[in-house]
T-cell receptor, first 116, second 112 residues
Framework: AQKVTQAQTEISVVEKEDVTLDCVYE???????LFWYKQPPSGELVFLIR??????QNEISGRYSWNFQKSTSSFNFTITASQVVDSAVYFC?????????????FGQGTILTVHP | EAQVTQNPRYLITVTGKKLTVTCSQN?????MSWYRQDPGLGLRQIYY???????DKGDVPEGYKVSRKEKRNFPLILESPSPNQTSLYFC???????????FGPGTRLTVL
């Protein structure tokens, strides 16, 4: 069975602070994919990143960075110098092979509020 | 523009009145899926389709039906809606199952 845990239900920061969103996953598959999606107040789901299980390189995209560590089954997301527009719900998700082919298992989501 | 569309975006209905939520994608994707989003539970998969005429149950299929007669369309059918199906529904598609899934704008359904 697959499972994704986002232990932080809500995070509140002041603009320009750095913030890290935690994601811990469980799967028995050796091939799997990890994702982060953003859901702004308007409600749509915006794709941020996809990482496969064989690529443990960290990735940086502008103010966003992701830290993938297989040893701790974690895929954490850091926003540097947060902005009000970063306020949203962030979901971590896992897709594995076998009978779960294609199914995204989502965490419960972390509500991020960035105050001016 | 590459996109996944859903209709309607908002729907209020009553218990037992059959309804269909349409989903269409213009990216020639093989894989399509339906999810529901509920507070505190994240998103859960209802049904998915790996290709035309190939569908299977996700985690919460009870009370729902789907069909995939054409590659671009994947409608979600509620034969006899109940209040516990009040939720935010998302359709998604990807080139193949393991690829990134792109989501439609969502349909907010209220069953009274």
């Amino acid at each position: 069975a697959q499972k994704v845990t986002q232990a932080q239900t809500e995070i509140s920061v002041v603009e320009k602070e750095d913030v890290t969103l935690d994601c811990v996953y469980e799967t028995r598959d050796t091939t799997y994919y990890l994702f982060w999606y953003k859901q702004p107040p308007s409600g749509e789901l915006v794709f941020l990143i996809r990482r496969n299980s064989f690529d443990e390189q960290n990735e940086i995209s502008g103010r966003y960075s992701w830290n993938f560590q297989k040893s701790t089954s974690s895929f954490n997301f850091t926003i540097t110098a947060s902005q009000v527009v970063d306020s949203a719900v962030y979901f971590c998700a896992l897709s594995a092979g076998g009978t779960s082919y294609g199914k995204l298992t989502f965490g419960q989501g972390t509500i991020l509020t960035v105050h001016p | 523009e590459a996109q996944v569309t859903q209709n309607p975006r908002y729907l209020i209905t009553v218990t037992g009145k059959k309804l269909t939520v349409t989903c269409s994608q213009n990216m020639n994707h093989e894989y399509m899926s339906w999810y529901r989003q509920d507070p505190g539970l994240g998103l859960r998969q209802i049904y998915y389709s790996m290709n035309v005429e190939v569908t299977d149950k996700g985690d919460v299929p009870e009370g729902y039906k789907v069909s995939r007669k054409e590659k671009r369309n994947f409608p979600l059918i509620l034969e006899s809606p109940s209040p516990n199906q009040t939720s935010l529904y998302f359709c998604a598609s990807s080139l193949r199952g393991e690829d990134t899934q792109y989501f439609g704008p969502g349909t907010r359904l209220t069953v009274l």
